[in-house]
């Protein structure tokens, strides 16, 4: 790997850290990045390349079963910054559509009609970078 292949590759990563709300998955892209610029380490060069590919326009995918990938950093992994950028853009479809529905008439009568929705869990969890389908839910819900 070229050495600005590198900077571009711990570009993307810190990039990422920097907004990254999750403390434990930023030290931990900030950490494989040091170590990448400190020598020859191959092994965290091919891990912050699958956590951050080249082409910047990859993203984990929204499917009919939702956002499903392992819990990572990363924008093809799930993570606290992937979720609340998903909920940010749902929520944003949702009022957009609520209110073109509210407006054809279509809509409950009711002025205090607000859209709702419900947000689960399960069990599964990454503790070693703080990540769990729970604290998922809870920045949902924010």
């Not at 079963?65 to 990572?72: D, E, I, P, T, V």
Request: proline share 4%; with cysteine; glycine share 8%.
């Amino acid at each position: 790997m070229s050495s600005s292949s590198v900077t571009d590759l711990a570009g993307r990563a810190l990039a990422w850290a920097a907004f990254d709300p999750n403390r434990t998955t930023a030290k931990y892209v900030i950490d494989l990045v040091e170590r990448v610029k400190s020598g020859d380490d191959e092994e965290a060069k091919a891990t912050l390349l699958a956590l951050f590919p080249d082409d910047i326009s990859r993203r984990i995918g929204f499917g009919t079963a939702g956002l499903r990938s392992a819990m990572k950093p990363g924008p093809l992994h799930m993570n606290d910054l992937v979720i609340v950028q998903a909920t940010q853009g749902l929520a944003r479809h949702v009022q957009v559509v609520w209110k073109q529905h509210k407006s054809s008439g279509e809509g409950s009568r009711r002025k205090d009609d607000k859209p709702l929705a419900v947000v689960g869990f399960d069990h599964r969890c990454e503790p070693e970078l703080g990540l769990s389908s729970r604290r998922f839910a809870m920045l949902t819900k924010l």
